[in-house]
């Protein structure tokens, strides 16, 4: 018979810091990492980095890692390129 792990929906690590404390210390850490980032990442992103007990600076680099992967700089400076010149 195969053991089931429980699921919870406390931090992992068993800190007890509230979600509200623990996203406001990962987003201050995510402004330092990758200020753009802080824009684009959505709630959800944050309650599974929270639930998966990372801490506030591990959830700040992973949010920063998400972001580069979906918004390539290639793409950005294409954007910037395309627009129409001035005459």
Do not use: C
């Not at 429980?6 to 990758?34: E, Y």
Request: charged letters at 25%; a positive charge.
């Amino acid at each position: 018979m195969a053991r089931k792990t429980p699921t919870t929906s406390r931090p992992a690590s068993g800190a007890d810091v509230p979600f509200p404390a623990w996203k406001i210390a990962a987003v201050k850490a995510l402004a330092q990492v990758n200020g753009r980032a802080i824009l684009t990442t959505r709630d959800g992103f944050w309650t599974r980095l929270y639930v998966r007990g990372l801490s506030p600076q591990q959830a700040a680099e992973m949010a920063a890692r998400e972001y580069d992967a979906t918004h390539p700089v290639e793409r950005t400076r294409r954007t910037i390129r395309s627009e129409p010149r001035r005459s």
